[in-house]
């Protein structure tokens, strides 16, 4: 693929090239009309000349006079030069006029005149069909005066010729002026020529201006290509390339969105590796020690006991590995949701179906309270709600005492749904609710990683939706979350509310 410098010259050249192309062909003809115009009104002048130089009166000495003048200047010019050159010009040769009375004779011509114009035209007119054959020519040219009169574009001899005839009605003469058509277009020619020799000697000239204007103006991209190749594949800071031309501000801000994307997936990978580290150290210590207790213990029931620990360590470490995995890809920077249309209270029903043998495991009353009657469609990504609801069932379920109640609510806005899961345990001290929402904090003796209402934060989050704590009505704990109908249309703060 050709550079853009080059892909740019060569379209710029090819348009100029194609317009110069069209315009020198415009200015030729046109030249050439304007060259014929001036050409036929000079042989109407010459004609009008001849007509008051030569009348009926004029005496045929007079007319043997001014021929004999002619004769001899024609004589005079070879003698100067072939071409006439010295005292006169080349084209001198290539002009003629001729004087003719009423029946064709010739009264008066120039050296290079023609002969047989008015018998060559009347011939062309006969073979046209618009004239008699049979007719003399004498008694033609009586007949055809309106015809022969004006231009005409005849060949005679191995030339064409440009005609100009006058008929004069007072002295019946007609006066034939004319120019051979090789004149005219060597002039055209040359003309034409002349206008068209600058663009053909500039043409290069400009294709090199082009082609430096062009690199100039490519300038800040060059410069832009030479920072990025120069920068440490660890630097991830913004490009500095102010002040970018507007067609290359779009790129620009595009890296550096593409750099702060790259960067905030690194510092995510960087924190879970972190947070894993951090999390999973103490339970594989402590799985270690079971293990090395269960090798080394003498007795049958203390090896039983070491072997029980060491499955209670094995399915807390899965649980933390578990939720490590579930907030890293609910990251908002990687995640994509696939929005559906869904029924949340047919949806919290199943979910619900599945997470009641975890209630009746500790002999807890699980149960939904909603307004069947009510429209609970909302868009919303389905696995991800689940895993909210599977968290917000669970927690409650392991702080509510054996015995206790934890019910679900569901309610129907114009514009949200709100879900309300409460429960009968312990509660949570207001000023201490803030920390629920940070990761790996735990309260009491739960046996989570402490990652669970960060997970339920993510998926609010990511459906634009928004989360409060505060005291249920059963004597514990309430957390509501409130899920826009349609994520896009709105965007509301997703910060926890705290009552």
């Known amino acids: ?262 960067n905030q997936l690194l510092n995510q990978e960087k924190r879970f590796i972190a947070d894993a580290a951090h999390e999973l150290r103490t339970p594989l210590a402590v799985l270690r020690i079971h293990a090395q207790n269960a090798l080394q213990a003498p007795d049958p029931a203390d090896r039983n006991e070491a072997l029980r620990q060491l499955g209670g360590g094995v399915e807390r470490a899965t649980r933390v590995v578990a939720q490590l995995l579930t907030l890293a890809r609910l990251d908002p920077n990687v995640v994509q949701l696939a929005m559906v249309k869904l029924d949340l209270l047919g949806f919290v029903r199943n979910e619900l179906a599945e997470l009641i043998p975890l209630a009746l495991d500790r002999q807890q009353d699980l149960n939904l309270d909603a307004d069947e009657s009510g429209d609970y469609q909302l868009l919303a990504d389905g696995p991800s709600l689940g895993t909210l609801l599977q968290y917000l069932i669970g927690n409650a379920v392991q702080y509510t005492p054996i015995g206790g109640r934890i019910q679900v609510q569901l309610q129907a806005q114009t514009d949200a749904l709100l879900l309300r899961v409460q429960d009968s345990g312990p509660g949570v001290e207001p000023a201490l609710r803030e920390k629920l929402f940070e990761r790996f904090y735990r309260q009491g003796n739960g046996q989570g990683a402490g990652l669970g209402l960060s997970i339920v934060l993510r998926v609010v989050e990511l459906h634009r939706g928004s989360i409060s704590l505060d005291e249920s009505p059963l004597g514990g704990l309430e957390v509501c979350v409130r899920l826009p109908r349609r994520p896009d249309a709105e965007c509301p703060s997703t910060a926890p509310r705290l009552s």
């Not at 042989?43 to 005496?59: C, E, F, I, K, T």
């Not at 006969?126 to 049979?134: A, E, N, R, V």
């Not at 201006?209 to 991209?221: C, I, K, N, T």
């Open 1 to 262: 693929m050709l550079s853009i410098r080059a892909r740019t010259l060569l379209l710029v050249l090819g348009l100029l090239s194609l317009s110069m192309t069209l315009i020198s062909y415009k200015s030729y003809r046109d030249a050439q009309h304007e060259i014929e115009e001036l050409f036929d009104a000079q042989l109407a002048q010459s004609a009008r000349l001849l007509q008051g130089m030569v009348s009926r009166d004029m005496p045929p000495s007079a007319r043997q006079s001014l021929q004999s003048a002619l004769n001899q200047a024609i004589l005079a010019q070879h003698e100067d030069g072939d071409d006439g050159t010295a005292s006169g010009h080349p084209y001198e040769g290539k002009l003629a006029f001729q004087v003719l009375d009423e029946r064709g004779q010739i009264l008066l011509q120039s050296a290079s005149a023609p002969t047989g114009v008015l018998e060559k035209m009347v011939e062309d007119l006969q073979q046209t069909d618009s004239l008699p054959p049979t007719l003399a020519t004498e008694e033609l040219l009586v007949h055809i005066t309106e015809q022969l009169a004006g231009y005409h574009t005849v060949s005679l001899g191995n030339y064409h010729w440009r005609l100009f005839i006058l008929r004069d009605r007072l002295d019946g003469h007609w006066i034939v002026v004319g120019e051979r058509e090789d004149v005219r277009g060597e002039l055209v020619g040359k003309v034409a020529l002349r206008s068209l020799l600058p663009d053909l000697v500039g043409l290069p000239l400009l294709a090199l201006l082009v082609w430096f204007a062009v690199g100039w103006g490519l300038r800040p991209l060059r410069r832009m290509a030479e920072l990025i190749k120069a920068r440490a594949p660890d630097n991830l800071a913004p490009l500095l390339l102010s002040p970018l031309p507007a067609e290359l501000e779009p790129m620009g801000a595009a890296l550096n969105r593409l750099l702060m994307q790259v």
